[in-house]
């Protein structure tokens, strides 16, 4: 009887030894996708860092910055954080900077005393034409088509999209 409880308790390491070994396989860094997305943003911001660098800005600057030069009016801070998804507690002191580096006008919204409009100033109109090679250099360090990024884009909207559904 000593022998077959040895054999099951052999049997059942064995099992647990085998399940730990594929579990560690599989809990290897490079085959995870969250590992994949985390160290390719860290790399596209470091592409990004090296060109906007140059132009004294920082990536959610830049950010926030293309989503006013794609507007074609004033846009509230709740809108732009909506369209960044950054709350109004990291959005604020950014906006401040972009202000005081003369980028970004801020004044109160007059159909709503709570809210602020955020505007380019004629600098900041500028720094468009300044920023205008940035997504072709991003594309071309990616060494992808423009329809790959595309694809590329949509596949991770996606995936965002379904991880914030889930809650």
Not at 82 to 94: A, C, K, M, V
Not at 98 to 121: C, Q, Y
């Amino acid at each position: 009887m000593h022998n077959i409880y040895c054999f099951k308790a052999n049997i059942a390491s064995a099992l647990c030894t085998i399940y730990f070994l594929i579990m560690s396989q599989r809990l290897n860094p490079a085959d995870m996708i969250c590992y994949a997305l985390y160290s390719a943003n860290h790399a596209l911001t470091r592409t990004y860092r090296d060109l906007l660098d140059p132009l004294g800005l920082t990536y959610p600057q830049y950010l926030v910055l293309v989503t006013l030069w794609s507007a074609d009016h004033p846009l509230s801070v709740k809108s732009i954080g909506q369209t960044l998804s950054l709350d109004s507690g990291t959005l604020t002191p950014l906006l401040k900077r972009l202000e005081g580096m003369g980028l970004v006008m801020r004044r109160r919204n007059p159909e709503d005393e709570r809210g602020t409009l955020i505007s380019l100033t004629q600098n900041g109109q500028r720094m468009r034409d300044r920023a205008r090679h940035v997504p072709d250099a991003i594309r071309k360090a990616t060494g992808l088509s423009l329809e790959e990024l595309g694809r590329l884009r949509s596949e991770i909207t996606i995936l965002r999209e379904r991880l914030e559904a889930r809650g």
